[in-house]
């Protein structure tokens, strides 16, 4: 195949064929020797003289190697034959002491056994983890639905008792408008015998006057005058004295006038879990495509999205404000922010316009990311502070990292938690850690299990559609997974790395730069490397380092370019 002129600006990547000096495609795969091969080696490899009858099958197809372990009783031998009646690995040396005994290929064995827990690994990923986590949002769902009901529930309580408050002091009202009328009745029926003393006391003045009358007169007249009766004193009745007699209620009876809460005496109905379709499943994926298929159900890319043939130009954008382009972020708006090694970080717009730079102290690191809800961020190494700027360009000191010295940043697409690479330059120690989007830290990734540290240099970070945190650290690709177990360290196919941009993509691919090979080398989520990416020389170029691929599935690449050349930015389609 031909290299691409620079009009056409297309790159190539493929599954490098494992001749040496080969750099074809190696579609084919040979089981015995356990390498890939192109069409043409392919051809050579059946006619020689001690490879003609090795199996030769589609790279898709192939057979996995089985693992070297050396024989215990001959150190010199590997184990490579299963001796069914001792149920045990042997080397060919030990068929003698195994005589008669049925032996099987132990590479055979070992090819049914990584297909088969490949396949229960693929249940994992594709079943077991998607349902868990569509049950738990489930969970999340009917707990909001809980606490609406609940206040919901409390304010009907509150308004309920404040209608019994009201009937209370209704009644209450009318009860002490009726004391008052009580009142009124009995002061009236009082005042009125008051009145009757009062005149009868009028009529006691009135018939003393004539008794003196009566007394001052002659005898002789006293004796023959009318005898006068004092009427007698007029009957009145005491008032009947009102009572108040207490209510008869307790709180069991205000609780009975009150509505209450229960929940009804019915059987928990069990949530519903999608059964698993074992067809779909006990099938090995192994190719791209259907790895992607397995992600496929829960996003709207199109399920013939692949690797293409040949990666395309779609469009490059001449960056100013910079000496380089290390590192790429694209923003919600399809704004590109750009950094360089000498701390300019600038924004441009679709059209390549400056539109505000700022200086930090960052340098071969990729050390800003742009968030899902609209905000950026990026990092301070010497100051030992992570920044936010929000839509409106207002700069906030964000998160303080101590005695860590912040590098790589990557904000998750998932649940936009904030991915931070440091190093601890007096510990000589290197982390990454996990901030909540409000800047809470939440988890600290260090070490193996054994005590090893993981990271030397995490300069660059990213994270895949599986949760995986993938590392450019230097030297090697670090994936862990998302609750920082460690997946696998990735350290080329046989030589030295020199790694500087990392990214992910739709299909789970993990990309990154390698400045030794001056390639972009193309590897799954387990760590193998399934293309690289050869990028076409230019004029004027003299490296590429930086990746980024966007939710258009473009690949940008940023190059550094020999003085007085502008530095460049390049889109390239690469799916399809």
Known sequence: MSEPSDEQAAMQHYLVCGSEDCQENGQFYCNDCHRPLCEQCRDEH????????????????????????????????????????CKTPICSKCMKEH?????????????????????EFSKIQKYFLPTTQGLKSDIEEDAEHIKKIMESIRISMKAEAISLKDLVDEVTSENIEHTHTMEKSLLKMLKSQETTYDDYNIYLGKISDEFQEY?????????????????????????????????????????????????????????????????????????????????????????????????????????????????????????????????????????????????????YEGYHTATQDGDFIYTDKKKQVIYRITPDKNITE?????????????????????????????????????????????????????????????HYISENINGDICTSDSNKVVVVNKSGHHKFSYTGQGSSLRLFGICTDVLGH?????????????????????????????RGIKIPLSVCVDDKNNLYVGYAMKFPLPCTLTVYKYLE
């Open 46 to 85: 059946k006619k020689g003289a001690n490879t003609k009858n090795h199996e030769i099958v589609l790279y898709r197809h192939r057979k996995y190697q089985l693992p070297v372990e050396i024989c215990q009783d001959h150190p010199t031998r590997n184990v490579d034959i299963f001796c069914k009646d």
């Open 398 to 458: 964000f998160i303080k990292t101590g005695d860590w010295r912040p590098l790589g940043i990557h904000s998750s697409r998932i649940n936009e938690d904030i991915l931070v690479g440091m190093v601890n330059c007096y510990k000589k120690k290197a982390k990454v850690t996990r901030y909540s989007k409000t800047g809470k830290e939440l988890q600290n990734i260090q070490t193996h299990n054994n005590g090893e540290e993981l990271y030397s240099n995490p």
């Open 215 to 363: 007394l001052s007169v002659t005898n002789k007249k006293l004796l023959f005058s009318k005898i006068l009766k004092i009427q007698p004193i007029p009957d009145t009745t005491k008032p009947v004295k009102p009572l108040f007699t207490a209510g008869q209620f307790n709180r069991n009876d205000i609780a009975k006038l009150l509505g209450k809460v229960n929940v009804p005496n019915a059987k928990p109905e069990k949530r519903q879990i999608q059964p698993m379709d074992s067809e779909e499943f006990t099938t090995h994926l192994k190719s791209t495509e259907k790895q992607f298929e397995q992600i496929n159900e829960k996003s709207n890319i199109k399920p013939t999205l692949s690797l293409s043939s040949s990666v395309t130009k779609v469009r490059e954008y001449c960056v100013p404000g910079v000496s380089s382009v290390l590192h790429v972020s694209v923003d919600k708006l399809e704004r590109l922010w750009v950094s360089d090694s000498n701390g300019n970080l600038v924004q441009i717009d679709l059209q390549g316009n400056l539109l505000q730079k700022i200086q930090t102290s960052g340098e």
């Open 510 to 538: 993990i990309l990154v730069f390698d400045n030794v090979s001056k390639t972009v080398q193309l590897l799954d989520q387990q760590g193998r490397l399934l293309s690289v990416i050869r990028l076409p020389r230019q």
């Open 99 to 119: 005589r008669g005994h049925e032996f099987e290929d132990l590479e055979d064995i070992y090819a049914d056994k990584y297909a088969l827990w490949q396949g």
